[in-house]
């Protein structure tokens, strides 16, 4: 996985480029009817139902706009909200404000429905033992808000991005002659390299997973697209020769059934691609 500062690197990229893609030469709205001079106080309000994401992402928002800002939290993230709760106060230069309001917004709102989300999967597989993941299927350019969202609803982060851990798949199998070709090839890379990444492999049947086992140094076996019938399967061919994650599909409906079959992780894209973002506002006090 990679480090923090790697991660906060990233935190501060998506800042920098958010503000120069909607603040421009200037806020001109503002700028136009507003006095440089002049102070205000807004309120984060909350018009639904869920998990409230991005507190500490606003924070470093409005640190970056006017490190002037001042901002009183009243509900950290990962908390759960309700129509009319107040998430914070923030106060300070009037511009600076409207200036940040949108990037807080946008990002708020995304980063609350994906940690709803991922709550309710968690929430879903209580006293199995099974844990979630999102996958690499994110919002390009903000990759690691939603990957932070999903920590803030209880999830966990699968590999950021395809420098931080192997994961060879159909295609990568396909491409390369076969299962064990890929491994062999994979291994030998990281040794020549001198990298130490964790490879994780794709099944897509019985035998595949058979011929996976057959290689020792893979880290976790994707089960993918397996019925509930052949997972458990699969779980007991692996048993504790490495982890076991199931993918494909799975849903609200069908997450509970997968995790009974005893994979250790089930990762799903649906946490950050399929969701419809929570209805917040900044409103001025």
């Given amino acids: 996985m990679i480090t923090q500062d790697q991660f906060n690197t990233e935190i501060d990229l998506i800042i920098t480029n958010a503000i120069r893609e909607d603040v ?102 209580e006293g199995t033992g099974t844990k979630v993941l999102d996958t690499r299927k994110t919002t390009p350019g903000i990759r690691a808000l939603e990957k932070w969202a999903v920590k803030i609803g209880g999830g966990e982060n699968h590999r950021f991005a395809l420098y931080d851990m192997i994961m ?5 199998i396909d491409f390369s002659g076969g299962i064990t070709k890929a491994i062999e090839k994979t291994k030998q890379y990281l040794k020549d390299t001198n990298r130490d990444l964790k490879i994780i492999v794709e099944a897509r049947n019985l035998d595949e997973i058979q011929e996976i086992l057959k ?20 779980v007991a061919l ?17 997450i509970r059934n997968y995790a009974e079959c005893g994979v250790n992780y089930i990762s799903s894209g649906a946490l950050t691609h399929s969701v419809y973002n929570m209805d917040l506002s900044l409103k001025a006090v």
């Fill in 24 to 125: 421009g030469d200037g806020d001109h709205s503002s700028l136009a009817c507003i006095p440089a001079e002049a102070t205000g106080k807004a309120k984060l309000l909350v018009k639904d139902k869920g998990i409230i994401a991005g507190v500490e992402f606003a924070k470093q928002v409005f640190a970056y706009i006017d490190k002037n800002l001042k901002v009183e939290t009243c509900i950290n993230d990962g908390s759960p909200v309700n129509y009319g709760d107040i998430v914070f106060y923030v106060e300070g230069s009037s511009q600076s404000i409207l200036k940040a309001e949108r990037l807080v917004l946008n990002a708020m709102q995304r980063m609350s429905a994906i940690a709803t989300k991922t709550k309710q999967f968690v929430d879903l597989l």
């Fill in 168 to 172: 060879l798949k159909d295609n990568h």
């Fill in 215 to 234: 290689t020792e140094g893979v880290y976790r076996i994707l089960i993918d697209n397996f019925n509930y019938q052949d997972t458990k399967k699969a």
């Fill in 238 to 254: 692996i048993g504790n020769k490495c982890l076991t994650e199931s993918s494909g599909g799975i849903n609200e409906q069908t």
